[in-house]
């Protein structure tokens, strides 16, 4: 079966702009996670969504929001890029949230 | 507070040779995976182990959930086998997110 799709797979944004970010989970997943992966932080949880609530969120400033769908997609949005924003971004699906939790190939995002 | 820690960070190997990385959690959980990141960024998933012995293939991985550490081992490594080796669990009671350790970096030499 297809697993997690993320797209796009790179992106250079300006300062100051705002981007959009897709995940498509494991069908049947309905918990998908978002996660920032930086050389100085490590990887960090952003936020999880459950039949489209949010659940659970990490510690990240307010420009960092998310959505999903019905059909369990889901997107996260960072407005007002700042240089530190330059991360990959991996998005997860499970089951449950609790279930094994299966990662996408990431979104690496620049900021220039 | 709530960390988990692996060890070691850095491991250089010989092909060939074993090894074995830890990962100590700070609490119980519900869930421990095993992750190895490829050089494209993506995480791979190894085990799904939240207590109990599994195996696939020369990876094998154990935890003891009772002391709070997780084991992989790494039989008869090849230069595939290098890259960054990560440890998460959901801590009970902490929400349903994963908290990563900080990574083993593994490199196989010939």
């Known amino acids: 079966k297809a697993g997690v799709t993320q797209t796009p797979r790179y992106l250079i944004k300006t300062r100051g702009q705002q981007v959009t970010l897709s995940c498509s989970p494991i069908?049947?997943?309905?918990?998908v996670s978002w996660y920032q992966q930086t050389p100085g932080q490590g990887l960090q949880f952003l936020f999880e969504?459950?039949?489209?609530?949010?659940?659970n969120k990490g510690n990240f400033p307010g420009r960092f929001s998310g959505r999903q769908f019905s059909n369990s997609r889901s997107e996260m949005n960072v407005s007002t890029l700042e240089l530190g924003d330059s991360a990959l971004y991996l998005c997860?699906?499970?089951?449950?949230?609790?279930?094994?939790?299966?990662f996408g190939q990431g979104t690496r995002l620049t900021v220039v | 507070g709530i960390q988990v820690e692996q060890s070691p960070p850095d491991l250089i190997l010989q092909e060939g040779a074993n090894s074995t990385l830890r990962c100590n959690f700070s609490d119980s959980v519900n869930n421990l995976q095993w992750f190895h990141q490829n050089p494209w960024g993506q995480l791979i998933n190894l085990f799904y182990i939240p207590s109990g012995t599994k195996q696939n293939g020369r990876l094998s991985a154990t935890t003891v959930a009772t002391e709070r550490y997780s084991l992989l081992y790494i039989s008869s490594s090849q230069t595939t086998d290098s890259g960054v080796y990560f440890c998460?669990?959901?801590?009970?009671?902490?929400?349903?997110?994963?908290?990563f350790g900080t990574g083993t970096q593994l490199k196989v030499e010939l």
């Open positions: 969504y459950f039949s489209e609530t949010q659940r």
């Open positions: 069908s049947g997943h309905r918990s």
């Open positions: 998460a669990v959901i801590f009970t009671g902490g929400g349903n997110k994963l908290t």
């Open positions: 997860a699906s499970s089951f449950t949230g609790l279930t094994e939790a299966f």
